[in-house]
C-alpha cells in the first residue's frame, strides 16, 4: 500500500486528534489544523478510507432531539499491534533508515573533513536523484546548497543569519526552510556562473520545496535543526 506524503499528512493529523478528544473527528477539524479546505479534507479522508486506513459513521448535530446527520472520521487502529503496523507504514522503516544514514554520513563529512567540498558536491548530486526518503533528499540538497556557498558561511554574519532564520519563533519550520533555499540560490548565482551542476541542483530545489511543502510539522523541524547542525559544523 503506497501513500504520498499529503496522504501521510493526512491520516497522522487525524490520529493525533483522535488520540487527544478521544472520539471520531469531523473532517472540517482536520481540514483547520491542516490549513486546508473543508471538501479537500474530506475528499482526502474518504481515500483513506478506501485504502483501509479510517473509518466514518454519521452523527446527529447537537446534543439530544431531531437534527442533521454529520460525518465524522477515525483511524482503524482499533489494536495496538494494528496501530504500530500502520504507523511503521507510514513512518517507512526504510525512510527512516535513509534518513539517519544521510544525516550521518553529511555531518561527519563536514566535521571531520572526510572529503573535499568539490568531492561531497558531486557525490551528494549523484545520490540526490536517487533517494527515495523525502527527508533524507531535502538534506542532501540542503547540504549541496551550503556547499555552494560554503566560503561565506565562514564568516560570522552570514552564518548568524541562518541560525536567526531557522530559530524556531513566530515563524514556522516551513518558512524557515523555504526561505532558506531562495536564499541559498541567490547567493550562489552571484557568486559563480551557470552551469550544468547549477542546473541540476535548480531541479533538486523545486523538488525539495514541494516536499517540505508536504511535510508534517514533525519533519520539518527534524529538517531546520539538521541545517542548524550543518551550518555549526561548518563554522566550528
Not at 448535530?61 to 442533521?68: H, I, K, V
Not at 550521518?104 to 551528494?124: C, H, P, S, V, W
Not at 530559530?167 to 559563480?192: I, K, N
Request: net charge neutral; proline share 3%.
Amino acid at each position: 500500500m503506497e501513500l504520498t506524503l499529503r496522504q501521510r499528512a493526512f491520516f497522522n493529523k487525524l490520529l493525533d486528534l483522535y488520540k487527544e478528544a478521544q472520539r471520531p473527528i469531523h473532517y472540517s477539524v482536520v481540514a483547520q489544523k491542516l490549513g486546508v479546505n473543508r471538501f479537500s479534507a474530506y475528499d482526502m479522508l474518504k481515500l483513506l478510507e478506501e485504502k483501509g486506513l479510517v473509518g466514518s459513521e454519521y452523527v446527529l448535530e447537537g446534543n439530544s432531539g431531531p437534527g442533521r446527520s454529520s460525518i465524522v472520521f477515525y483511524p482503524l487502529v482499533k489494536a495496538k499491534d494494528r496501530a504500530k503496523e500502520v504507523l511503521a507504514h507510514l513512518t517507512g522503516a526504510a525512510e527512516a533508515q535513509e534518513w539517519e544514514q544521510a544525516q550521518e554520513r553529511i555531518l561527519t563529512a563536514l566535521r571531520e573533513g572526510q572529503i573535499a567540498d568539490k568531492d561531497l558536491l558531486n557525490e551528494l548530486l549523484a545520490a540526490i536523484p536517487q533517494t527515495s526518503s523525502p527527508l533524507a533528499y531535502c538534506a542532501r540538497v540542503m547540504t549541496a546548497l551550503l556547499l555552494r556557498m560554503r566560503q561565506p558561511i565562514r564568516t560570522g554574519d552570514l552564518a548568524g543569519s541562518l541560525t536567526r532564520l531557522l530559530t524556531p519563533g513566530e515563524e514556522s519550520s516551513a518558512a524557515g526552510l523555504d526561505v532558506f533555499a531562495g536564499f541559498a540560490l541567490g547567493l550562489s548565482a552571484t557568486r559563480q556562473r551557470a552551469d550544468r551542476e547549477w542546473e541540476r541542483l535548480l531541479e533538486y530545489v523545486k523538488r525539495y520545496q514541494g516536499y517540505v511543502q508536504e511535510m508534517d510539522s514533525e519533519r520539518q523541524d527534524a529538517l531546520a535543526d539538521f541545517l542548524r547542525k550543518m551550518v555549526g559544523a561548518m563554522t566550528a
